[in-house]
């Protein structure tokens, strides 16, 4: 029965880890059965390129050498939208005329083979990610997987439609002005625009890059938040990335306020249904413990306005503009209507917007002073593929009504499936608050999407009990990673103990680290951070400290050693020991031990 394990219903990625690790389903039988998924779907508008199957399978297998435990996404099997780049596969951005083969992975693939996962193929989107209709490619459109007049939504139409249909537990899409949102509600499924920064944009080709990131598709809140835990840190290689500590996921706090527009103030174009859905949701965070509370969204749809009649069109019309000179007939007519209009606007257009622009974000810090999120419909209702074929621009620009103002405002956003209406048409929500954040949605928006009780995508795949969130720290205690002299029973941990520590777990690093015999006494590891993927698994203890503890602590450290912010093997992010890279020429490498216990084990023998 292995093989055939949820066959024809979807999974999450926490129920196919946990399949692998407990040896019930291996991670070329969720691969060979992924592929079976795609062939019996039958829609080859989904992926622009798909990994040979064979190939994939090999990759799986040779996880089998590899720890579980300190794999987050052991054998979880993931497509990637088309405009990041993933090695193996061509980057086209959904136009062939502007194809490129990348020599590497981007960060953010990069951090998800690191943890386990199994890339499978590049997904359609709408031309150089400009749309939220997901109909603007020469690849075709993907059909919309709970309702195949619907357009799919877009501009990530190809990865949301994957999870939507039970094809991958995890995409990756791309968000400027709600791509990572809109065509999530339309397939029912969760969308997770992080805080701008959170996820390295190296290896994407860009919208506006400004406003872009990296964004999640996934069938739970949970899953979505382990993804973005994987890839979230900061990376030298990308000058827009900030090192945003992500936040664990917390109870449902007591008082929570949310913000809703002043009545009046909503917009659904004439579309009841929709109007009675987000009203229906309202009651629902209502009998969560919700507190309602109004604000003016004016300024929100004023920010919106500037995307696209402001300058930020530039930032589009510069990603193509020798294309738009060379061959502009290779490019979409309705993609190359939008970006030319970048090529006319000036200096002073631009400085005038962004003067405009920062009244507007001291504005929205105002109304945050008293609200803990925002709770807005993802979109204001859905279209079919023939109505938007009919009417590209203004439809797709009222897709954007509550989404075109995120990034401009720097804001974190999250779509939640809220309903499914009478017509068979989707409906959902979005939590917005201020960047750094996005633990506080995903704590909240995985009650509410719980308490829906709606399936999961397309496939009628019911809902697991909403498990609890990890246990929070006691206090105000400081965690330290160490993995060398400081470990339990070698020469330093004494130090440890006499300021009070205490060990809260035994784990690894995740796979990025390399690790050095130095010649120091007492004998002592360095640890070094490398490329994503470059390093291995290293051990480690962490222990906690009271902060005046850390301090003394901390003070204490000689050099070469350091602290610094250590990436766990499950994505979380913990202060602890690393090295200063210029004391390890006459260093001995030491990586293949997995840690400092087996290293010193092996020496004592000699």
Known sequence: MRAEMGAEQPETIAAIVAAHRAGALTPAETIARTYQRIRDHNDPAIFISLRDEKDAIAEAEKLATKDAASLPLYGVPVAVKDNIDALGFPTTSACPAFSTTPTHDSTAVARLRAAGAIIIGKTNLDQFATGLVGVRSPYGIPKNSIREDLIPGGSSSGSAVAVGAGLVPLSLGTDTAGSGRVPAMLNNIVGLKPSLGMISNAGLVPACRTLDCISVFALTVDDAAL?????????????????????????????????????????????KKAETAYADALKRWTALGAKLVEFDLEPFYETARLLYEGPWVAERYLVIKDLLASAPDTIHPVTREITAAGARLTAADTFSALYRLQGLRKIAERTFA??????????????????????????????????????????????????????????????????????????????????????????????????????????????IAVVGAHLSGMVLNGELKALYAKLIEATRTASDYKLYALKTTPPKPGMLRVEAGKGAAIELEIWSLSPSAFGKFVNAIPSPMAIGTVRLADGRSVKGFLVEPEVLGDARDITAYGGWRAYMKEAATK
């Open 227 to 271: 993804a973005l835990s994987v890839m979230a840190g900061p990376d030298p290689a990308d000058p827009f990335s900030r090192d945003r500590p992500l936040g664990a996921l917390t109870p449902f706090p007591a008082g929570l306020r949310l913000g809703v527009p002043r009545n009046g103030q909503l917009i659904f174009f004439g579309d």
């Open 370 to 479: 008293n609200i803990d999120a925002l709770v807005l419909p993802t979109a204001p209702t859905a279209y079919t593929t023939a109505q938007v074929l009919a009417n590209p621009i203004e439809l797709n620009s009222r897709l954007g009504t509550y989404t075109n103002f995120v990034n401009l405002l720097d804001l974190c956003g999250l779509a939640l499936p809220a309903s499914v209406r009478s017509d068979g048409i989707p409906f959902g929500i979005t939590l917005l608050a201020p960047a750094g954040h996005d633990a506080l949605l995903a704590s909240i928006g995985r009650v509410f999407h719980a308490d829906t009780e709606l399936s999961l995508g397309a496939k009628g795949a019911a809902q697991a009990p909403l498990p609890p969130p990890p246990p929070a720290s006691s206090g105000d205690e400081i965690p």
